[in-house]
């Protein structure tokens, strides 16, 4: 059995299993996808030391660290049900999509999110040429522009006063009457000059030219009229949905169905520990994920180096 097994590839797990076998213990990684959502991205300069890179250079860098170290990576395995250890201290087992089972002593949960898409034509086509999903990593971007941001909740209100203090104007699109962020947030977005709200309005097509970005249409739901903002870019803020489905019912999860994870990384599952964004975290980014999955690892070694006990 492996002391150490960590579900999910991306720059949680990576972090985590390098931490782990740093620890001279067995480890091993199953990735669905190694490299996780920074294989998805353009540019990332907000992982600190690391001026600018890409997001498959960065992946692959990911990868390169963890096989400096004894860890058996198995790549393209997506796995689909956790059995808790029978006693404490015992085997965790894992069953992937192809069949096998794996055990191990102590688990760290890192499968990450995925951003929930407004599926319209443009939306894929797009995507890092104008369409965006993260304020935090790509608002910069778009300095002095013009961009949307779709969805009134409160990542969709918040990314707009975000965005609002660099770019030059924001259009808010929220689907229902009213915004459903907190109140506090949506005074301040009303108080912003350079923001403008639509609400009731179906976003219908995001424009381009080819190369990039140039409109976003929505539809007034009361009227049925069409309109087309022009703009740079779009920001799709309508939910960051983990890839927690798999454990429901055997991990405790919260409504959103994030892991729900102590300050060391544990779960309600003994031997159990998750990192990332797949967890409760707040904050979802990549230096955020690495420190959060070194966190479990160590949480996991404590938790083996104490026999199971709690
Ligand atoms: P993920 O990166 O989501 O990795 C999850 C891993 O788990 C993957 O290997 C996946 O294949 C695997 N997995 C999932 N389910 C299973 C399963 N059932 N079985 C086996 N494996 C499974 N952050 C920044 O800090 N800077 C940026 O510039 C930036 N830009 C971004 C741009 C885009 C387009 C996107 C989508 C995100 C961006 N982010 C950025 C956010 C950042 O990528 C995430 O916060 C980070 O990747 C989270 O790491 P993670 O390891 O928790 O999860």
Redesign the pocket.
Known sequence: PYEVLV???????AAAAVYAARKGIRTGV?????????L??L?????ISVLETDGPKFAAALEQHVRAYDVEIMNG????QLSPAAEPGGLIGVKLANGAELKARSLIL????R?RNVNVPGEAEYR?RGVA??PH??GPLFKGKKVAVIGGGNSGVEAAIDLAGLVEHVTLIEFAEQLRADAVLVRKLESLPNVSIVKHAQTTEIHGDGKKVTALSYTDRGTGQAHTVELAGVFVQIGLVP?TE?LKGTVELSRYGEILVDPRGATSVPGVFA????TTVPY????I?TGD?AKAALGAFDYLIRGGAA
């Open positions: 579900v999910g590839g991306g720059p949680a797990g199953v990735a669905e996808r190694f490299g996780g959502q920074t998805d991205t540019a990332i300069e907000n992982y395995q997506r796995v689909e890192s499968t990450g999110a951003w890092n999903y993260c990593c790509d890839n798999w990192a990332g964004d797949a979802k980014q990549i230096i994920a999955g």
